[in-house]
């Protein structure tokens, strides 16, 4: 990393006054922001079964995805979604670089088309920005600073109150709201942490997030290779650089870059993306617009800078949905599947059977030969339910010694019981039972389990 890249010979932070450029790719970028955007406010708000469309309660450990609510006992498909999420990430990265990064990820969603927007329109354009940083404290200053940065606190405390939102859900953001402060202290406090912690990232600590603190960002260099499709600088086509020549030199030839310098001035982190792929790219795309601009001005073909492999550059290798990116895409899609199939067949209980060791079967009044049983049984929706556990052959009893009842949400039960089997039904040692769960009267699952007994 360029440890100057931020920061001043003096040691200073070098603060950056990124230009906003509107082209292709940014107002492509603004789209997917605002619908972005219209989800993450109203995200905590819609309802799939009377759900949430994603909540994360670390706190009491409830989780729900898509209206489905998932808890601890659902550890290993939280952990195959977190595994999926991994090779997403990776595999997307050899593939498309650090793509996410500038249109995806939140932070830069929220710092370039929410506070930087912002702040263009208090403050002005970069070199306005610039020159207002750069003078003593009047009136204007105090005006456009103060309305800036109370601006930046509201909009803070918007999505810190979201951010709480998805994870205690609406509803217990509602009774922080409505409710006395004495009740919610550590909701209350949540909230102003929340916003203090959004409010010095957007308005202080801005791109660093991106190019020291985030660890995503220093995956790049070991997972990008010379296939990769990065934002890159055709160096081929641009160099040798210089000023725009009005009568070009036929012995020294100039590359298309006309060094003006408004890729430099439009990134975000602040980099020259003509000295080659950097960690600190985000591949926001911005410089490409610049460039196109330029381009377009000079009449010169467009992406001098653009989406490029190494590969591409050097070697003059087209640009494809090649056999890798195919290959990858593949691997994700069966991940995908797999995750879908395992989250969509969960049922709503849980329940495991097993015979009692060590004990064998006993004879019973009336021709039965009972064995017994434990079962455990997980509640896993959000209300609590009657339970019944039922053979499914009619002639099977069940006689409990511990009953499973009602079971609470999220909560787990024991039930302990004898199986009297009529002995005419037992013609092997070893006989195979079907035990159905039954939750307020509707089926949800059959396990089967062996029972042992005389053989006939
Ligand atoms: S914007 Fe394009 S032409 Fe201008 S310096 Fe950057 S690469 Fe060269
Ligand atoms: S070099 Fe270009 S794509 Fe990379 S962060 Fe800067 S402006 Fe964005």
């Known amino acids: 990393m360029n440890a100057l890249l ?49 909540m994360l309660n670390f706190v009491d450990r409830q989780f729900v995805l898509l209206g489905q609510v998932f808890w601890p006992q659902d550890i290993f498909l939280f952990m195959l979604a977190s595994l999926f999420f991994l090779v997403c990430v990776v595999l997307f990265t050899i593939a498309f670089g650090r793509i996410f990064c500038g249109w995806i990820c939140p932070q830069t969603i929220f710092m370039e088309m929410v506070f930087r927007k912002i702040e263009i329109w ?36 918007l999505i ?172 994700i899609v069966v991940l995908l599947g797999v995750l879908s199939y395992f989250v969509f067949s969960r049922t709503d209980m849980d329940m495991t059977v097993m015979r009692s060791a060590g004990l064998l079967y006993q004879e019973q009044k009336g021709g039965y030969i009972s064995n017994i049983y434990n079962a455990d049984i997980i509640n896993k929706t959000d209300r609590k339910h009657i339970i019944a556990i039922k053979p499914d052959d009619p002639s099977i009893k069940i006689k409990y010694i511990q009953a499973p009842g009602t079971i609470g949400s999220g909560l787990s039960a024991k039930a302990v019981f004898f199986m009297m089997v009529p002995q005419t039904n037992i013609h092997t040692a070893k006989t195979d039972i079907h035990l159905q769960l039954w939750m307020d009267n509707r089926l949800i699952e059959t396990v089967n389990t062996a029972f042992i007994g005389p053989v006939n």
Not at 20 to 31: N, S
Not at 143 to 157: N, P, R, T
Request: aromatic share 12%; charged share 20%.
């Open 6 to 54: 931020n920061a001043k010979e003096s040691g200073q932070r070098r603060w950056m006054y990124p230009q906003v450029k509107k082209g292709t790719y940014y107002k492509w970028r603004a789209r997917l922001s605002y619908v972005y955007l219209i989800f993450f406010f109203t995200g905590p708000f819609l309802r799939i079964n009377s759900q949430p469309l994603l």
């Open 160 to 331: 810190a109150n979201t951010f709480l939102a998805y994870i205690i859900g609406s509803q217990g953001l509602i009774r922080i709201i409505t409710e006395p402060v004495s009740m919610h202290w550590v909701g209350f406090l949540s909230i102003w942490v929340f916003t203090a912690v959004f409010y010095l990232v957007y308005s202080q600590v801005r791109e660093l997030v991106c190019t020291v603190i985030c660890p995503y960002g220093r995956l790049q260099s070991v997972l990008i290779d010379e296939h990769t499709l990065v934002v890159a600088y055709n160096d081929v086509r641009g160099e040798p650089r210089g000023k725009l020549e009005r009568i070009p030199d036929p012995v020294n030839p100039r590359g298309d870059c006309v060094d003006c310098g408004l890729c430099v001035a439009v990134c975000p982190t602040g980099i020259d993306i003509r000295k080659g792929t950097q960690i600190e790219c985000i591949n926001c795309t911005v410089c490409i617009d610049a460039c196109d601009q330029v381009m377009d001005k000079i009449h010169k073909p467009r992406n001098l800078i653009g989406f490029y492999s190494e590969n591409m550059i050097r070697v003059g290798e087209k640009l494809s949905f090649t056999l890798r990116m195919k290959a990858y895409t593949a691997v």
């Open 122 to 157: 208090i403050e002005g354009d970069a070199n306005k920005r610039k020159k207002l940083d750069a003078s003593p404290w009047t009136n204007e200053k105090i005006v456009k600073k103060g309305g800036k940065h109370l601006a930046f606190i509201v909009l803070s405390f």
